[in-house]
T-cell receptor, first 110, second 117 residues
Framework: GEDVEQSLFLSVREGDSSVINCTYT??????LYWYKQEPGAGLQLLTY?????DMKQDQRLTVLLNKKDKHLSLRIADTQTGDSAIYFC??????????FGKGTMLLVSP | EPEVTQTPSHQVTQMGQEVILRCVPI?????FYWYRQILGQKVEFLVS????????KSEIFDDQFSVERPDGSNFTLKIRSTKLEDSAMYFC???????????????FGPGTRLLVL
């Protein structure tokens, strides 16, 4: 079945860039998403990318997609302490449900 | 900005009891979903619902689970005879129909944390 893998933990200093990586196995993935979960809170949609795109930029967020390697990354520029959260990568073939990774815990230190 | 809401935020129940988790999806959305997240684990799909019927369900969604849209605004998940392993955060999500078919981006509610004792 489909699988989405992420590294579990990333620690950066405030002001640095963070890069969170994700790999997926489903070659029919059409949409790839990044969700953010703050402690005790729900899943907040950050951004998504359609599979015919290589890159999408939205303010401090840059999503890169390497479809050949089935690799997705989320870059957060000028990371702030408020960015500390768990970041989930998720994929969908577009007509079905989301398959999530386990999430990457981002810790931003002052 | 429209958002998905869920009630209650927390629910504690005894094993064997029935619980109903409630969700109010975004008003113009047509697809509705339930997911769950056991502590420390992945968010897992349970069920999707469209046009007043289940469109897809996972192997987790067995006979103890049911979903309903009792009126034009609410979407509920019922768990009959809860088990200890049902303890999890349950997320509701909704999406509109994407141009050209298929569901659009899913927006999640804040979740209901269910604890079964």
């Amino acid at each position: 079945g489909e699988d989405v893998e992420q590294s579990l933990f990333l620690s950066v200093r405030e002001g640095d860039s963070s890069v969170i990586n994700c790999t997926y196995t489903d070659s029919s993935s059409t949409y790839l998403y990044w969700y953010k979960q703050e402690p005790g809170a729900g899943l907040q949609l950050l951004t998504y990318i359609f599979s015919n795109m290589d890159m999408k930029q939205d303010q401090r967020l840059t999503v890169l997609l390497n479809k050949k390697d089935k690799h997705l990354s989320l870059r957060i520029a000028d990371t702030q302490t408020g960015d500390s959260a768990i970041y989930f990568c998720a994929e969908s073939p577009g007509y079905s449900t989301l398959t999530f990774g386990k999430g990457t815990m981002l810790l931003v230190s002052p | 900005e429209p958002e998905v809401t869920q009630t209650p935020s927390h629910q504690v129940t005894q094993m064997g009891q029935e619980v109903i988790l409630r969700c109010v999806p975004i008003s113009n959305h047509l697809y509705f979903y339930w997911y769950r997240q056991i502590l420390g684990q992945k968010v897992e799909f349970l069920v999707s619902f469209y046009n007043n019927e289940i469109s897809e369900k996972s192997e987790i969604f067995d006979d103890q689970f049911s979903v309903e849209r009792p009126d034009g605004s609410n979407f509920t998940l019922k768990i009959r005879s809860t088990k200890l392993e049902d303890s999890a955060m349950y997320f509701c999500a909704s999406s509109e129909e994407r141009t050209g078919g298929g569901f659009g981006t899913q927006y999640f509610g804040p979740g209901t944390r269910l604890l079964v004792l």
